[in-house]
């Protein structure tokens, strides 16, 4: 059974600072890893998708990589601002399935 | 233009009530899934539709749980006899197909008193 894990559940960090978010999953066959926002009382916003067989995808301040060998992800963020303040959610989607399977996310609050 | 939309936006029910959420797809959108999402916790796999057919209902937590997509398009999550443990916010999304991304609504969040 696939399982995502992403650490910390929360991260707290100046304005313009650049971070990491990093994502574990356990079963290595996956078809693609999402990465997804979600802000408070809202739904999911795709951020990112990156196929198995890719190794990175950018959107503007935004950068994914993926790992598959070592089950990781990590979305990149430059030049954070107060307004990326969100959750931020990893999901898999597994061999034949086509459901995603998520992490719990990482809170993230950019302070002016 | 529109993106998935759900409805009711909040749904309080009493104890043993049977509840109806919908879900409006993006249009021709093929793939239909909801997911379940408690507070604090990431989005449970429920259900998966493609078109009218339901492939896969492995995360349906009991058989209070139902889900149709009689013409392939609008779908209904239904939850009978509703308990305390199935409040949290229900997710819809759709696909172009499996391969896709996966787009969200902004749920329903369901409250049993």
């Known amino acids: 059974k696939q399982e995502v894990t992403q650490i910390p559940a929360a991260l707290s960090v100046p304005e313009g600072e650049n971070l990491v978010l990093n994502c574990s999953f356990t079963d290595s066959a996956i078809y693609n890893l999402q990465w997804f926002r979600q802000d408070p009382g809202k739904g999911l916003t795709s951020l990112l998708l990156i196929q198995s067989s890719q190794r990175e995808q950018t959107s503007g301040r935004l950068n994914a990589s993926l790992d598959k060998s070592s089950g990781r992800s990590t979305l990149y963020i430059a030049a954070s601002q107060p307004g990326d303040s969100a959750t931020y959610l990893c999901a898999v989607r597994s061999g034949a399935n086509s459901k995603l399977t998520f992490g719990k996310g990482i809170t993230l609050s950019v302070r002016p | ?113």
Not at chain 2, 44 to 58: C, G, R, V
Not at chain 2, 69 to 80: A, Y
Not at chain 2, 95 to 113: A, D, H, I, M
């Open chain 2, 1 to 113: 233009g529109a993106g998935v939309s759900q409805s009711p936006r909040y749904k309080v029910a009493k104890r043993g009530q049977d509840v109806a959420l919908r879900c409006d797809p993006i249009s021709g959108h093929v793939s239909l899934f909801w997911y379940q999402q408690a507070l604090g916790q990431g989005p449970e796999f429920l259900t998966y539709f493609q078109n009218e057919a339901q492939l896969d209902k492995s995360g349906l937590p009991s058989d209070r749980f139902f889900a149709e997509r009689p013409e392939g398009s609008v779908s209904t999550l239904k939850i009978q006899r509703t308990q305390q443990e199935d409040s949290a916010v229900y997710l819809c999304a759709s696909s172009l197909g499996e391969q896709y991304t996966q787009y969200f609504g902004p749920g329903t969040r369901l409250t049993v008193l």
